[in-house]
């Protein structure tokens, strides 16, 4: 069974799901893909995870680092795991290359070569955003591109981790942040 509730940030409602091994979704309201992993029955209920997660965006939305992970639960192509799973790595308040990431992932599997854009179909499908931070990713130039919950949200959870900003920039307009 999946398990859902309503978190309220200050970017706009979250809705978070999980199942019993641990956090299956966390999405803005209204962002890309919104919800396309759940099941057609959940139970709106906070169950122990559900609630371990709030804390977290609690500690989160306060400016402070949290200091664990909640349970997840990953759902998703054993490529789009691993690419997950180095998500988890990247520190508080830094940022990340889908280029760097690549070759991460190039090394860890024993490969030449990892397709940057291979990376990028991976980061943006990824369900648990935030928790797993797909906002710290950024263009080889410092460009701010795509985030499911739009550019908006992204720059504010960045500005949040008080992320240097220097050198990046949107790139439909060119403002540089």
Same mark, same amino acid.
Not at 26 to 50: C, H, M, R
Not at 85 to 107: D, F, R, S, V
């Given at each position: 069974?999946?398990?859902?509730?309503?978190? *309220?940030?200050?970017?706009?409602?979250? $809705?978070?799901?999980?199942?019993?091994?641990?956090?299956?979704?966390?999405?803005?309201?209204?962002?890309?893909?919104?919800?396309?992993? $759940?099941?057609?029955?959940?139970?709106? *209920?906070?169950?122990?995870?559900?609630?371990?997660?709030?804390?977290?965006?609690?500690?989160?939305?306060?400016?402070?680092?949290?200091?664990?992970?909640?349970?997840?639960?990953?759902?998703?192509?054993?490529?789009?795991?691993?690419?997950?799973?180095? $998500?988890?790595?990247?520190?508080?308040?830094?940022?990340?290359?889908?280029?760097?990431?690549?070759?991460?992932?190039?090394?860890?599997?024993?490969?030449?070569?990892?397709?940057?854009?291979?990376?990028?179909?991976?980061?943006?499908?990824?369900?648990?955003?935030?928790?797993?931070?797909?906002?710290?990713?950024?263009?080889?130039?410092?460009?701010?591109?795509?985030?499911?919950?739009?550019?908006?949200?992204?720059?504010?959870?960045?500005?949040?981790?008080?992320?240097?900003?220097?050198?990046?920039?949107?790139?439909?307009?060119?403002?540089? $942040?």
């Amino acid at each position: 069974m999946v398990y859902t509730c309503t978190y *309220q940030s200050a970017l706009g409602n979250i $809705l978070l799901a999980a199942d019993e091994i641990g956090l299956t979704g966390l999405w803005f309201e209204g962002q890309k893909y919104f919800a396309n992993t $759940l099941p057609d029955e959940t139970v709106s *209920q906070e169950i122990p995870i559900l609630t371990e997660a709030k804390s977290w965006l609690d500690m989160y939305f306060a400016g402070e680092e949290p200091k664990f992970t909640p349970a997840l639960h990953l759902t998703g192509s054993p490529f789009r795991q691993a690419v997950w799973k180095i $998500l988890l790595q990247i520190p508080y308040g830094q940022t990340m290359t889908y280029g760097e990431i690549a070759k991460k992932l190039a090394q860890i599997q024993k490969v030449d070569h990892m397709s940057a854009q291979a990376v990028g179909g991976a980061v943006g499908h990824n369900e648990i955003s935030i928790i797993i931070p797909c906002h710290r990713m950024v263009g080889t130039n410092g460009s701010l591109t795509g985030y499911a919950g739009g550019l908006d949200k992204k720059i504010a959870l960045l500005k949040l981790e008080h992320t240097d900003m220097n050198g990046l920039f949107v790139p439909k307009n060119g403002i540089t $942040l």
